[in-house]
DNA sequence: TAGATTGTTAATCGATTAACAATC
DNA sequence: TAGATTGTTAATCGATTAACAATC
């Protein structure tokens, strides 16, 4: 649903406020059948013989996806990724507040980065006496990734946007995880890679 | 696959060499049906009445995902992103080479992160001319997306792992594109969010 | 031999696609 | 009214699960 979101962004910059499900299917890479079948799923918001009205549904998809509730959010560790979270707005766009952040090193605690508070990892808990915590976005080491993780948990943290290599909160049903997993991702392309390459007409598909 | 490998890693550090397909389905979440048919399809990795050989199940992942076949890489956007791809090793760690970065700000131009050099993007066509380069990790931001991808595909990269929020290269069969997309991650998490809080006693399952 | 656990086939389930009637 | 395009049902396809025979 975040792919509509984003293709339909997209479209609306160049064209006009309509558009069928044939052309966003085309833009999407799906048919036109699972394009009408997805938005169905989730109410009528198209118009017989029309098609869907653009920025209705941006705003309809917005609604879905939570863009009003405004979560809140901490981030834990400030290296690139935690930085690159904060800096480029991430939470903002997508309607979280960003109420803190984390890290153990002495050289960041104290300081700020684009108006956000950093942290003593150590003083976790008290954030979440003061504030109402939602998400906490993983950006520590892999070796840090367990411990934080299960600390967060026992706190009571709804969500993790997970950053780090490891699997974490497996059998924790209560918690949302969210993983970006950067490894996963890259082997996926050495994957394809090799796929492509010893067999330049494709045969057999196998999807790792 | 790739999330085969990296639970194999965890499970290695703790256990002895040898796992059950019911055991590895329970660290993954999936069944263990599912996990002797996937292994299966790309050959018969495991021992009947024992198992699988952990070490050489992941030797042979390895394989299937290309690790060994040391592609190379160039980063573009040395931001937050670009750094902590290079930092982190990422590439080296899944086999890769990094033999370039590329940006456009003069304040990184001519500078090196741990030994990769940064190079003017407009000299982009150069590398081209003097090594092999197979994947392009595309961290510009989101107004420079799409030129910069044009430009790759003219220059007949094989594939992008693309880190901006555009929709890269849709209708270019020619080149794998491999998208890491925060904000539909982290929309999919605000989504996720959403339906657990307004039903505690989850009723329709809707996938977002 | 008995126990365990895979490889593999068959059954089930869900998701994708096709088709067409409803209707703007 | 005719043309277009959705909403929705039915048909197809693929992926997941269950079951069990093969075999270590």
């Given at each position: ?55 209705d ?49 002495p ?24 504030k ?26 709804k ?16 918690v ?33």
């Amino acid at each position: 649903m975040p792919k509509y979101l984003r293709v339909l962004s997209e479209y609306e910059q160049v064209n006009d406020d309509r558009i069928s499900s044939s052309e966003l299917g085309r833009r999407l890479g799906y048919t036109a059948s699972q394009v009408r079948q997805d938005l169905n799923s989730f109410g009528g918001f198209g118009q017989q013989g029309y098609g869907y009205c653009v920025s209705d549904l941006k705003a309809e998809i917005d609604t879905i996806l939570g863009k009003e509730k405004h979560f809140s959010a901490i981030v834990i560790g400030v290296g690139n990724i935690g930085r690159a979270l904060i800096e480029n707005s991430f939470f903002e766009e997508n309607g979280f507040n960003i109420v803190a952040a984390f890290d153990v090193s002495p050289d960041y605690v104290g300081k700020e980065i684009d108006g956000v508070k950093i942290y003593d990892i150590a003083t976790l808990n008290y954030i979440f006496a003061v504030k109402r915590v939602d998400v906490a976005a993983l950006c520590v080491p892999y070796s840090a990734a367990k411990d934080v993780s299960e600390r967060l948990v026992d706190m009571g943290i709804k969500a993790i946007w997970n950053f780090t290599n490891a699997e974490v909160c497996v059998h924790q049903p209560a918690v949302i995880v969210e993983n970006v997993h950067f490894s996963d991702s890259l082997l996926t392309l050495s994957y394809r890679l090799g796929e492509r390459q010893h067999s330049d007409m494709p045969q057999k598909q196998t999807s790792a």
